[in-house]
Nanobody, 117 residues
Framework: QVQLVESGGGLVQPGGSLRLSCAASGRIFSNDAMGWYRQVSGKQRELVAIITSGGTTNYVDSVKGRFTIWRTNANTMYLQMNSLKPEDTAVYYC????????????WGQGTQVTVSS
């Protein structure tokens, strides 16, 4: 079973930066997909950035050029968020998944990011 723990959220002024971290434990492999999602109360959870099983990175259009996702090993993933905007305010969730008969879909507990002056 894979467990995920996010950290690094907080309050930041518009234009500021934050770095989120996701620490994974359990049976996770470097070619499992990992990503960051966010959710605003009352709205659907949306994909922010993902590292696919093939190592490709993809971003939602609204964060391209401002956010960077990377993974240092099978167990650690980051999201660098620069030039933050109030509309980036949300709870950010780490996700890891493996497709297949023995696959899984794991989520962290979420970390709050608030962009406000």
């Amino acid at each position: 079973q894979v467990q995920l723990v996010e950290s690094g959220g907080g309050l930041v002024q518009p234009g500021g930066s934050l770095r989120l971290s996701c620490a994974a434990s359990g049976r996770i492999f470097s070619n499992d997909a990992m990503g960051w999602y966010r959710q605003v109360s009352g709205k659907q959870r949306e994909l922010v950035a993902i590292i696919t099983s093939g190592g490709t990175t993809n971003y939602v259009d609204s964060v391209k050029g401002r956010f960077t996702i990377w993974r240092t090993n099978a167990n650690t993933m980051y999201l660098q968020m620069n030039s933050l905007k109030p509309e980036d305010t949300a709870v950010y969730y780490c996700n890891a998944k493996q497709i297949g008969p023995h696959g899984y879909d794991a989520w962290g507990q979420g970390t709050q990011v608030t962009v406000s002056s």
